[in-house]
């Protein structure tokens, strides 16, 4: 069935560092994935999203590249902050679908 | 717009009563899910609603759970009775269609059962 698979945390980096959390996925044809965050104390906000293979989302210096040959939607950071400490949720949305399948996120913690 | 709106934000009660959590979806939205979030399962799917109407309630564990949605803005889930397993945060998410790819999370209900 569909699935996605969420690299394990936590993660804890220096301020400047930079971030790649791993993330696979198993669904038939093309579907959406996605990348959420959560803030402490907060519900999940969308960070990116990329709908077909080959694109990337991007928001907030985070990026993420649909690979469809290898099924994954790495997140990456090229230099992360104090306030990018969260937890990071992966998610496939299948096609024809309309509810979403979350990996069991990962949780980043950024020092100064 | 305010976003999705739940409460309460936080609930504590004690084994065996009944609790109901609410939630206001951003307006203009058809389609609306209730989550929840705990340590040991991370975040699962309960229930979703596409125009007021229940379409996949699998996630729901057992029958002392129940979702309604009487209308476009307002919807309830019901657990009677409650038990200290059913300790979580439960988030309330709406989206604009029913294929819609983007979701929005309301804030979350923290609920402790004593």
């Known amino acids: 069935g569909d699935s996605v698979t969420q690299m394990e945390g936590p993660v804890t980096l220096s301020e400047e560092a930079c971030l790649t959390i791993?993330?696979?996925?198993?669904?038939?044809?093309?579907?959406?994935l996605f990348w959420y965050v959560q803030y402490p104390g907060e519900g999940l906000q969308l960070l990116l999203k990329?709908?077909?293979?080959?694109d990337k989302g991007s928001n907030k210096g985070f990026e993420a590249t649909y690979r469809k040959e290898t099924t994954s939607f790495h997140l990456e950071k090229g230099s992360v902050q104090v306030s990018d400490s969260a937890v990071y949720f992966c998610a496939l949305l299948p096609i024809g679908a309309n509810n979403l399948f979350f990996g069991t996120g990962t949780r980043l913690t950024v020092i100064p | 717009d305010a976003g999705v709106i739940q409460s309460p934000r936080h609930e504590v009660t004690e084994m065996g009563q009944e609790v109901t959590l609410r939630c206001k979806p951003i307006?203009?939205?058809?389609?609306l899910f209730w989550y929840r979030q705990t340590m040991m399962r991370g975040l699962e799917l309960l229930i979703y609603?596409?125009?007021?109407?229940?379409?996949?309630d699998s996630g729901m564990p057992e029958d002392r759970f129940s979702a309604k949605m009487p209308n476009a803005s307002f919807s309830t889930l019901k657990i009677q009775p409650s038990e200290p397993r059913d300790s979580a945060v439960y988030f309330c998410?709406?989206?604009?269609?029913?294929?819609?790819?983007?979701?929005?999370f309301g804030p979350g209900t923290r609920l402790t059962v004593l």
């Open positions: 998410a709406s989206s604009l269609r029913v294929m819609t790819d983007t979701q929005y």
């Open positions: 609603f596409n125009n007021n109407v229940p379409i996949d």
């Open positions: 791993n993330c696979t996925y198993t669904a038939t044809g093309y579907p959406s």
């Open positions: 307006s203009g939205h058809n389609s």
């Open positions: 990329a709908t077909k293979a080959d």
